[in-house]
């Protein structure tokens, strides 16, 4: 007798174990068929399927089942991602519930853990495929950090390094402090807040009473300023072009120089330049040739380039502030709205810092990209996409790889 209502659990999990025990889900590679193939984007051992997932991956299934009915050999590969740093902060927090850090683990007995969360989660999210009726085949399943894939990566970064598309250099990069590693422009955060505008101005070298005015929402960082800039179609300012001020408190001297990057509209028409801390500034020092100046820690405090060597960012500001009040130097401080950089895992501010890191040549492997398109052998549909696409590709910067972890 049939039941009144339905209940998956009496036969979906049993259709599914007949279907992959029997390799329903398996290509006939004896066949002459065309190929059908797609690899799973692989969901991150960090947890479980979200609605995001069931819905992509639903999307795949109906493309692999439609192709298998039309006769193809089909591969739906699967497999997990190991997420680097969003596994490893989840594997942080189940031991700080433990009172017990990485640092106490060390590392070999910290990385145990992580595999061992991989093995749960991991597990979790493939049967989570299964019980979806994902028609992966499970024979084929793969982990990134698997050895074999492990090796294919090592091998394709050697062959980038050799063919100079893979490089080491010392740049800006978004460095997050509390996780100690350097992050891409997609794990960084942009947040409204309303901040403060700090007014103060630099001694002319030369000239008593003459000073530049400057505006900037961090004063911490003028120790590592080499340059002020204004632009050459400033009336008011830009008769200091060529000259020299200076740096209060720590009295360096650093050269007014003319740059397009200086808006006479805006703020005093003068802005200080600190190539090792701001990503325009940086643009703006290497135009000039600008010496880096780096004056923070990679724990956010400040170093010995400072007069205030350990202090918090915050802590130096309020030391900066008032030193340069008692010497005459301040304007003014208006409330300001602005956007903070936060990490996205850490939620801590984001610090613009020079580093040694690894990079990919994202600009010479876009032209390919480009030309694909451009040649029509690739087409988007709508075409109205072409668009994004171009300006994504032509804007395209290189690519920090590196993780400190």
Not at 89 to 99: D, F, P, S, T, Y
Not at 218 to 226: A, I, L, V, W
Not at 266 to 283: L, R, S, W
Not at 320 to 333: F, Q
Request: with cysteine; hydrophobic share 35%.
């Amino acid at each position: 007798m049939l039941e009144k209502n339905y209940n998956p659990k009496d036969f979906e999990e049993k259709i599914y174990a007949d279907w992959e025990n029997s390799g329903d889900f398996k290509p006939d590679m004896r066949s002459d068929k065309d190929a059908f193939s797609i690899v799973i984007p692989p969901p991150n051992v960090t947890g479980y399927l979200h609605m995001g997932h069931a819905l992509n991956d639903t999307l795949q299934d109906i493309m692999v089942r439609y192709n298998r009915m039309l006769g193809k050999k089909v591969l739906w590969q699967p497999g997990t991602d190991h997420a680097g740093i969003a596994t490893q902060m989840v594997v942080e927090r189940n031991l700080a519930k433990e009172g017990v850090s990485r640092h106490d683990l060390g590392r070999e007995k910290f990385i145990e853990t992580v595999w061992k969360w991989k093995e749960h989660s991991g597990g979790t999210i493939t049967r989570q495929l299964r019980r979806l009726g994902a028609s992966c085949d499970w024979s084929r399943e793969r982990f990134t950090m698997d050895e074999g894939l492990s090796r294919a990566v090592r091998k394709i970064f050697v062959s980038l390094y050799k063919d100079g598309l893979i490089y080491k250099a010392k740049k800006l990069v978004n460095w997050d402090p509390k996780l100690g590693t350097a992050v891409s422009d997609l794990e960084v955060v942009q947040k409204e807040t309303l901040g403060k505008m700090y007014y103060y101005k630099y001694p002319i070298e030369g000239e008593e009473g003459a000073y530049i005015h400057i505006a900037t929402t961090r004063p911490e960082t003028m120790f590592g300023d080499t340059a002020v800039a204004v632009s050459k179609d400033n009336e008011k300012l830009k008769h200091l072009i060529g000259k020299n001020c200076i740096i209060p408190i720590i009295n360096k001297v650093i050269p007014i120089i003319a740059d397009e990057h200086a808006d006479p509209e805006k703020g005093t028409g003068a802005v200080k330049i600190t190539p090792a801390h701001d990503f325009n500034d940086f643009e703006v020092g290497k135009r000039h040739n600008l010496p880096l100046v780096n004056v923070l820690n990679p724990d956010a405090t400040l170093n010995e380039n400072t007069p205030y060597e350990g202090l918090t960012t915050q802590e130096a500001r309020a030391k900066t502030i008032e030193k340069l009040t008692d010497l005459g130097l301040m304007d003014k401080i208006e409330d300001h709205p602005m956007v903070i950089p936060y990490g996205d895992r850490s939620g801590v501010v984001i610090e613009p810092l020079m580093t040694d890191q690894w990079f990919v040549d994202a600009p010479v492997l876009a032209k390919e990209a480009l030309r694909v398109v451009e040649d029509g052998e690739m087409q988007f549909v709508p075409k109205s996409y072409e668009k994004t696409y171009f300006e994504w590709m032509r804007n395209i910067q290189p690519w920090c790889i590196s993780r400190q972890l």
